[in-house]
């Protein structure tokens, strides 16, 4: 009985390197307009790759009127905190002192950063002659911020939000690499279908654009070396792609029951219908060259949703724009989608806003949430050469304007975390 209760998304806010709050976001995604560029949040000089997709001109203040806690939040909780009040201001509801218990919060959270300062003050205490002396780090003239490690623990930004938002029911953070934000959204529809909770605030933020993040992405050899030209750099199954573009933001989604929701007259973006995940365990860094975590997972998010292959028309990929990812998810969309998969409009908005790690899965839940809504499948941009390997129905040139009746998200982790979501039109719920 409870896989069929029924969830509506009846808020959505985004945080992105495409705009600041949702629609701004969205008008870019549909336009094809490129978030990407040289990295200036830090000197990344030094760097084999100097380019990123950053969040620009945001001012957390002109959202969040918190001094307080403003000053206690990292550069991703700053995303995550305007991101959830534009879900919550968006939807028309958010929790009080009467129903906070019967609030829910799931996210996806980022890995710890350290920035120059940081580094440099370690180093200094810590190998002023270039050897390494760990007990140095706990003197007690040690220079740095001494709950800077608390502040960029994954439940820290969990603490923050929920405090601040008054949520206290059911709470979780989830840190599987890039299906985080996914994970936490299939989290919180089982809550619930559980009926752990009347609503659940779920999404995820992450900023690996940081000396830290950039140095390990460039180690693993996955990012795009194409600093000259950083607009084109992600681009998703084409033939001449040479790995993702390293992002950042956050998004979140006000998730609640479908009758609640239609009681009180909100507007309903879409039903959250499936959620399904699996491990691929294959390698650290590789999705199977045949797609089969994906294909487990894709599965399980269309049995999830009682929905055969042949009710979806959109995919917004996973597409990070590396050899081996696009392959491996082309390879499980041909297997799952079968003769359908022609009939498939599929996209990566990773071409516009980069790859945001532990907020990905969040922020293009949303993205095909406003697809839906608006009958429009973005366009994947940067998409020129065919790849054979990925012959899939790919929306080049420009966004495309379709009924959308069911659309499904793709998420795919380091580590072969997978997860899949699937979104369908309220007006196919009967």
Same mark, same amino acid.
């Given at each position: 009985?409870?896989?069929?209760k029924r969830?509506?998304i ?5 945080v992105?390197p495409?705009?600041?709050?949702a629609?701004?976001?969205?008008a ?8 990407? $560029? ?7 000089s ?13 001012d957390?203040?002109?959202v ?5 806690? %403003?000053?206690h ?5 700053r995303?995550?905190?305007?991101a959830a009040?534009?879900a919550l201001?968006?939807a028309?509801i958010?929790?009080?002192a ?17 920035d120059?300062?940081?580094l440099?003050?370690?180093?200094k ?12 780090l706990l003197?007690?003239d ?7 490690f608390?502040r960029n623990?994954t ?5 923050? *939000?929920?405090?601040?938002?008054g949520?206290?029911g059911?709470a979780?953070a989830?840190h ?6 996914g994970q936490?959204l299939g989290?919180?529809l089982k809550v619930?279908?559980? $009926?752990?909770?009347?609503y ?7 900023s690996m %654009?940081?000396p830290? $993040?950039?140095?390990a992405?460039c %180690?693993? $050899?996955?990012?795009?070396t194409?600093n000259?030209?950083p607009?084109?750099?992600?681009r998703?199954?084409?033939?001449t792609?040479?790995?993702?573009v ?5 998004g979140?989604?006000?998730?609640e ?9 909100a507007k309903i ?9 699996? *491990? ?9 060259p045949?797609?089969?975590g994906p294909i487990q997972?894709?599965?399980q998010a269309l049995?999830?949703?009682g929905?055969?292959p042949d *009710?979806?028309?959109y995919?917004n990929a996973h597409?990070?724009?590396t050899m081996?990812?696009d ?5 499980a969309l041909?297997?799952?989608?079968g003769?359908?998969v022609g009939h ?9 806003m980069g790859?945001?790690?532990?907020a ?11 697809a839906i809504?608006?009958?429009i499948?973005?366009?994947?941009a ?11 129905n790919i929306?080049?040139?420009q966004?495309k304007?379709m ?5 499904l998200s793709?998420s795919l982790?380091f ?5 899949c979501?699937?979104?369908r ?6």
């Open positions: 009985m409870n896989q069929r969830i509506a009846t808020g959505v806010g985004m992105t495409a705009g600041n709050d629609p701004t976001t969205w870019n995604l549909q336009a094809g307009r490129s978030g990407l $560029g040289t990295i200036r949040h830090f000197d990344a030094g760097f084999p790759v100097r380019i990123g997709a950053e969040i620009k001109n945001f957390a203040a002109a969040i009127n918190n001094p307080k806690l %403003l000053k939040a990292t550069r991703p909780h995303f995550a905190l305007a009040e534009e201001t968006d028309g958010r929790p009080t009467n129903d906070g218990h019967r609030w829910g919060f799931c996210v996806g959270a980022g890995m710890m950063a350290m120059f300062s940081e440099q003050a370690a180093q205490v810590s190998a002023p002659d270039g050897e390494f002396h760990a007990d140095k003197s007690d040690f220079p740095a911020d001494p709950v800077a608390s623990q439940n820290s930004g969990l603490a923050l *939000l929920t405090r601040h938002f949520i206290r059911y979780t989830v599987t690499a890039c299906a985080s934000g936490a989290t919180a619930l279908r559980r $009926g752990q909770a009347d659940v605030l779920a999404g995820g933020f992450d %654009l940081n830290t $993040g950039l140095s992405f %180690l693993l $050899g996955a990012l795009s194409d000259d030209a607009e084109q750099a992600s998703p199954f084409d033939a792609r040479n790995g993702f390293l992002g950042e933001g956050a979140f989604l006000v998730l029951n479908w009758e609640a929701a239609r009681a009180r007259g973006y879409a039903e959250f219908a499936g959620d399904g995940n699996s *491990l691929s365990c294959y390698r650290i860094t590789d999705s199977p045949n797609g089969d997972a894709m599965r049995a999830d949703a929905m055969t *009710l979806l028309d995919v597409g990070t724009s081996m990812n392959r491996s998810e082309c390879a041909r297997a799952v989608l003769d359908h498939v409009a599929v996209s990566s908005t990773k071409s516009c790859h945001l790690i532990s990905a899965g969040a922020v293009e839940a949303a993205v095909c949430a406003l809504r608006d009958g499948a973005p366009v994947n940067n998409y020129h050469t065919p790849d054979p390997d990925c012959n899939v929306v080049r040139g966004s304007r009924r959308i009746r069911a659309a793709n982790g580590g072969g975390s997978n997860s979501l699937i979104f039109n309220p007006e196919e719920v009967q």
